[in-house]
């Protein structure tokens, strides 16, 4: 096989004019490169909708225009409740949007579910999830906005029900007279919200209510017996000090083996269990493994996780607000998350949208037992039509190898990278560690670069690139070697030369991979459609999406 020595840096280009395969340094040696690429990967229209504005996404969940959370299956459809300004392409005037697929792929865009009709929601109807009562029965719970004061408001959880149980659209719903359901306590009327789906133990149904206390981040515990009176526990379900308000918490259980998805309810001895947060202060996702106790109710992480800013995170990039719920019918988890715009709010107003909900994705746990392990839904795939296959392509310093067939602003890239070498890896600074986690100061990813050429790396994928490459966005992998002979493996996504508008938002994201290089080879898939690429690294154990807005791209 082939291999890459110092300097050797290999590009998967996808070039929007011109795609090719690209190599930016090295020495004699080289990597070897097993590369499918779909084109094509999607119907070019998104709802039956053509796509008219370029940074527009086609096979990416949004709505036909403004700003961009609670899905669930019921009676052969996968309903999604999504948060949406009707008035805008900026945050406010929250309603619950609605929408149904069979597939996930193909949407139908339904009434909103939910409005402002209420004092207890006069504000908005804000994040909240979905619960399937026994008889097939769904409930929807969410935060309403009471007052606007405090900022960003006096907070409460209501719920709403379907009006017809018997309509698998599910078109109308209800709020019952009880409302709201549950009232925040006096020192954290703004900090009270995102309630869980419910689960159900020991006689009852329980669910967590995001908040914090000072600076400690915080998740209470409300429990029920006919889900209609709800009792908070003495003690939080978890909290953690100095990581601020816990926005949108997700709980569920994982099986200790296979990657079958568990009903949230399920008991056993073979479980893990998860505990995601997304952090106000990071604008980031966090989760934890750990156990749960049922006697005390109380969530404990496991020593493997770090229960923080420096922790767990489903996605390296711009990630957030995700939820995941249980498939009944293919037995699996699906966690969805949301990203927002790279433009700026000015720009946002006047292409008149704002945000996507990301590709869904399976999770389960790596048979390591400490990460999950994430992969785009396989329904997917049906929107692939001509495949693009290369293989044993060797890569030198300099190489461009341009790739014919395919269309680069909608693609799927599955590439597997091969070396024979870890002799001459650079070492690594550990002043670097906290860097693709915490974002403090300048990221690994900008010190070292897609241009900065090491002992092995950088290699990978060059997306959304104009023919000149005046604009890029590289997603490429770097190997480091620690004191004491091991081995860490980078994956960056760089959108710092995405785009020549200096008003854009282009960070750099990065995630290290846990992987044994054994059989030295790393692969990587991308799926790039428009203004996002998601990449999956070995698997699904490190992910990172990035937003960008390039203009000569498309000129």
Same mark, same amino acid.
């Given at each position: 096989?082939?291999?890459?020595?110092?300097?050797?840096?290999?590009?998967?280009?996808?070039?929007?004019?011109?795609?090719?395969?690209?190599?930016?340094?090295?020495?004699?040696?080289?990597?070897?490169?097993? &590369?499918?690429?779909?084109?094509?990967?999607?119907?070019?229209?998104?709802?039956?909708? /053509?796509?008219?504005?370029? &940074?527009?996404?086609? +096979?990416?969940?949004?709505?036909?225009?403004?700003?961009?959370?609670?899905?669930?299956?019921?009676?052969? !459809?996968? &309903?999604?409740? +999504?948060?949406?300004?009707?008035?805008?392409?900026?945050?406010?005037?929250? %309603?619950?949007?609605?929408? $149904?697929?069979?597939?996930? $792929?193909?949407?139908?865009?339904?009434?909103?579910?939910?409005?402002?009709?209420?004092?207890?929601?006069?504000?908005?109807?804000?994040?909240?999830?979905?619960?399937?009562?026994?008889?097939? /029965?769904?409930?929807?719970?969410?935060?309403?906005?009471?007052?606007?004061?405090?900022?960003?408001?006096?907070? %409460?959880?209501?719920?709403?029900?379907?009006?017809?149980?018997?309509?698998? !659209?599910?078109?109308?719903?209800?709020?019952?007279?009880?409302?709201?359901?549950?009232?925040?306590?006096?020192?954290?009327?703004?900090?009270?919200?995102?309630?869980?789906?419910?689960?159900?133990?020991?006689?009852?149904?329980?669910?967590?209510?995001?908040?914090?206390?000072?600076?400690?981040?915080?998740?209470?515990?409300?429990?029920?017996?006919?889900?209609?009176?709800?009792? /908070?526990?003495?003690?939080?379900? &978890?909290?953690?000090?100095?990581?601020?308000?816990?926005?949108?918490?997700?709980?569920?259980?994982?099986?200790?083996?296979?990657?079958?998805?568990?009903?949230?309810?399920?008991?056993?001895?073979?479980?893990?269990?998860?505990?995601?947060?997304?952090?106000?202060?990071?604008?980031?996702?966090?989760?934890?493994?750990?156990?749960?106790?049922?006697?005390?109710?109380?969530?404990?992480?496991?020593?493997?996780?770090?229960?923080?800013?420096?922790?767990?995170?489903?996605?390296?990039?711009?990630?957030?607000?995700?939820? #995941?719920?249980?498939?009944?019918?293919?037995?699996?988890?699906?966690?969805?998350?949301?990203?927002?715009?790279?433009?700026?709010?000015?720009?946002?107003?006047?292409?008149?949208?704002?945000?996507?909900?990301?590709?869904?994705?399976?999770?389960?746990?790596?048979?390591?037992?400490?990460?999950?392990?994430?992969?785009?839904?396989?329904?997917?795939?049906?929107?692939?039509?001509?495949?693009?296959?290369?293989?044993?392509?060797?890569? /030198?310093?300099?190489?461009?190898?341009?790739?014919?067939?395919?269309?680069?602003?909608?693609?799927?890239?599955? %590439?597997?990278?091969?070396?024979?070498?870890?002799?001459?890896?650079?070492?690594?600074?550990?002043?670097?560690?906290?860097?693709?986690?915490?974002?403090?100061?300048?990221?690994?990813?900008?010190?070292?670069?897609?241009?900065?050429?090491?002992?092995?790396?950088?290699?990978?994928?060059?997306?959304?690139?104009?023919?000149?490459?005046?604009?890029? @966005?590289?997603?490429?992998?770097?190997?480091?070697?620690?004191?004491?002979?091991?081995?860490? $493996?980078?994956?960056?996504?760089?959108?710092?030369?995405?785009?020549?508008?200096?008003?854009?938002?282009?960070? #750099?994201?990065?995630?290290?991979?846990?992987?044994?290089?054994?059989?030295?080879?790393?692969?990587?898939?991308?799926?790039?459609?428009?203004?996002?690429?998601?990449?999956?690294?070995?698997?699904?154990?490190?992910?990172?999406?990035?937003?960008?807005?390039? @203009?000569?791209?498309?000129?």
């Amino acid at each position: 096989m082939g291999s890459l020595n110092r300097f050797a840096w290999f590009l998967a280009s996808l070039i929007c004019l011109s795609p090719v395969f690209n190599n930016f340094g090295g020495t004699s040696g080289g990597v070897m490169a097993f &590369h499918k690429i779909y084109p094509k990967y999607q119907t070019q229209t998104h709802n039956h909708v /053509k796509v008219k504005q370029i &940074h527009r996404t086609g +096979y990416h969940f949004q709505p036909k225009k403004n700003w961009i959370n609670a899905p669930m299956y019921y009676k052969g !459809y996968y &309903h999604l409740f +999504y948060q949406h300004n009707p008035k805008g392409a900026v945050w406010g005037n929250i %309603v619950w949007a609605h929408s $149904v697929s069979k597939d996930m $792929v193909n949407w139908i865009h339904l009434e909103h579910a939910i409005v402002p009709s209420k004092p207890y929601d006069k504000y908005g109807c804000w994040s909240g999830s979905a619960t399937i009562l026994p008889g097939d /029965k769904p409930v929807i719970m969410y935060t309403g906005i009471v007052d606007p004061k405090p900022k960003p408001g006096y907070q %409460v959880q209501a719920y709403a029900i379907p009006a017809n149980y018997s309509d698998p !659209y599910l078109r109308e719903w209800i709020k019952p007279d009880d409302n709201p359901f549950l009232k925040p306590t006096s020192e954290n009327v703004s900090a009270f919200r995102d309630p869980t789906t419910a689960w159900y133990n020991n006689g009852h149904w329980k669910l967590l209510v995001g908040s914090r206390h000072k600076h400690r981040g915080v998740a209470y515990l409300y429990r029920s017996r006919d889900f209609a009176t709800w009792i /908070k526990a003495k003690h939080p379900f &978890h909290s953690k000090n100095d990581t601020g308000m816990w926005e949108c918490p997700d709980f569920f259980p994982v099986a200790r083996e296979g990657i079958e998805g568990l009903d949230t309810s399920t008991l056993g001895n073979d479980i893990k269990y998860v505990l995601k947060n997304s952090l106000e202060v990071t604008r980031y996702e966090y989760y934890t493994l750990g156990s749960y106790d049922l006697i005390k109710d109380r969530y404990i992480p496991d020593n493997t996780s770090e229960d923080g800013w420096g922790g767990l995170r489903y996605d390296y990039g711009n990630f957030f607000a995700s939820k #995941s719920f249980y498939d009944p019918v293919q037995r699996r988890r699906i966690v969805w998350g949301w990203a927002n715009e790279s433009s700026t709010a000015k720009e946002d107003i006047a292409k008149g949208w704002s945000g996507i909900q990301l590709i869904p994705r399976t999770i389960w746990l790596d048979p390591n037992g400490n990460r999950l392990l994430q992969w785009p839904i396989s329904e997917l795939e049906k929107l692939r039509r001509k495949k693009v296959e290369l293989n044993n392509i060797k890569l /030198k310093k300099g190489d461009i190898i341009e790739v014919e067939g395919v269309t680069a602003s909608q693609v799927d890239v599955d %590439v597997t990278f091969t070396f024979s070498s870890l002799e001459n890896v650079e070492l690594y600074d550990e002043k670097w560690s906290e860097f693709p986690q915490n974002d403090l100061g300048r990221s690994i990813c900008e010190v070292k670069g897609a241009t900065v050429h090491g002992g092995l790396g950088p290699f990978g994928l060059m997306t959304l690139a104009s023919k000149k490459l005046e604009e890029y @966005t590289p997603v490429f992998f770097r190997v480091f070697k620690t004191d004491d002979n091991k081995h860490k $493996v980078l994956l960056c996504s760089d959108a710092t030369p995405s785009s020549l508008n200096p008003n854009e938002y282009k960070p #750099s994201f990065g995630g290290f991979v846990d992987v044994d290089l054994t059989e030295k080879k790393l692969s990587l898939r991308s799926l790039i459609d428009h203004s996002v690429v998601e990449s999956f690294a070995e698997g699904g154990k490190t992910i990172i999406t990035s937003r960008v807005s390039n @203009t000569s791209c498309f000129s």
